[in-house]
């Protein structure tokens, strides 16, 4: 595990809508399943459920795609993960 994300040029999505703003997990609406929490791909925009969600849509998408960096659109979290160096951070706007 590294203590630094090293995958940081690969964020494009830097508007991260709040969570009354996004329907769901986009897989889970798909296939009419329930989520616990969601998470937005900082490189595509996708919006996926947690890993604590029977989908655990945002980690397969994130190995599928190559897309390592979501971050949480619950309420009062602010947080970011890279799913390759295991690692949680903010991403701050500039």
Known sequence: M???CAHLDQIEVMHVP???EVPGC????RLGMQWVHLRICRVCGRIGCC???????ASKHAR?????IVTSLEPGE?????FVD??????RAE
């Open 26 to 29: 986009e897989e889970c609406l």
């Open 18 to 20: 709040r969570r009354d």
């Open 78 to 82: 602010d947080w970011s993960w890279c």
């Open 64 to 68: 599928a795609d190559g897309h390592p």
């Open 2 to 4: 590294s203590s630094v």
């Open 51 to 57: 890993d604590s969600s029977p989908g655990r849509h």
């Open 86 to 91: 295991e690692v949680a951070f903010v991403v």
